[in-house]
């Protein structure tokens, strides 16, 4: 059979279709334009249709290709993990600009994949980051990044802020888990897949996010910041929980579409 053809046998997106027999081929989308007629060998022929057939069951396409592109990054991912969004950048973004403005040691919290730590830490070699999960598996998967990419960051195995050392960060950044647990959306599209932990952040979705902020004035400098990714319709309650705590200088920015979806603030005291 040629790759045009398994390409029409299968009932998936057909961008996703021809990212898996891309990589079952170990060749880049291009080359299936340009020899779709060629045929394709039966073992890679059924690897492609077994996955086809997995990513038509709801399984992420980030885990069947074993990858996801983020910010300059190829990250690993696994079912340990969540798979990180292109919204995330925005996190990035914001963290580097508190780079640029003297925060040198930063602190990443339920870093997953590793995906903003190695973000920050790919364009802002001289910064101290540490990246922390409360997951061994998960941070496998960071750590195996780390090496894989060649970047240096110290992995530390805690329930957020609990083994972590106080009082010395200038900066704070965390997309942590932030959906309610009766949310319809969890039963949607690839999050069945993904790990709870990393996607339900207590019975209205703010707790997590409510322990960060709580906890987070014990850890960092005096200036320091806090920066939260969180849900598009709750902007207005991290910012209150941050004001309530006593931070400065709480705003909110926008994602890719134009939803609400961080939020951070200043410590001062």
């Known amino acids: 059979m040629t790759a045009r053809e398994l ?77 990180p969004r292109r919204e995330t950048e925005h996190l990035v973004e914001w963290a580097i ?19 903003i730590a190695l973000a920050c830490k790919s364009e802002r ?24 990419l060649g970047l240096e960051v110290d992995w530390l195995c805690s329930d957020w802020f609990d083994k972590v050392p106080p009082s010395c960060w ?14 319809a959306h969890l039963s949607q599209g690839d999050l069945p897949a993904e790990p709870a932990l990393a996607l339900i952040g207590g019975h209205t979705g703010l707790e997590s996010i409510d322990h960060i902020v709580g906890r987070a004035p014990d850890f960092l400098r005096p200036g320091g910041w806090l920066l939260l990714e969180h849900g598009f319709d709750q902007a207005e309650a991290v910012a209150a929980l ?14 890719w579409s134009g939803q609400a979806r961080m939020t951070g603030g200043q410590w001062l005291s």
């Open 170 to 183: 200038d900066l704070v950044v965390s997309n942590p888990p932030y959906i309610a647990a009766n949310d």
């Open 7 to 83: 390409l029409q046998q299968v009932a998936i997106d057909r961008g996703d279709a021809e990212g898996l027999l891309a990589n079952a081929l170990r060749v880049d989308r291009a080359w299936l334009f340009a020899h779709g007629d060629e045929p394709v060998d039966d073992t890679c022929a059924e690897h492609f249709m077994a996955q086809a057939r997995a990513r038509a069951g709801g399984e992420p396409l980030a885990y069947l290709l074993g990858y996801r592109d983020f910010w300059n990054l190829r990250l690993s991912v696994n079912r340990d993990v969540l798979v």
């Open 97 to 115: 600009e508190r780079i640029d403005a003297g925060a040198r040691r930063v602190l990443d919290l339920g870093t997953g994949s590793g995906a």
């Open 242 to 255: 941050l004001r309530a705590r006593g931070f400065s200088t709480v705003s909110t920015r926008r994602d």
């Open 125 to 148: 070699p001289e910064v101290e980051m540490c990246a922390v999960d409360s997951g061994q598996n998960a941070l496998s998967c960071a750590r195996a990044n780390g090496e894989s």
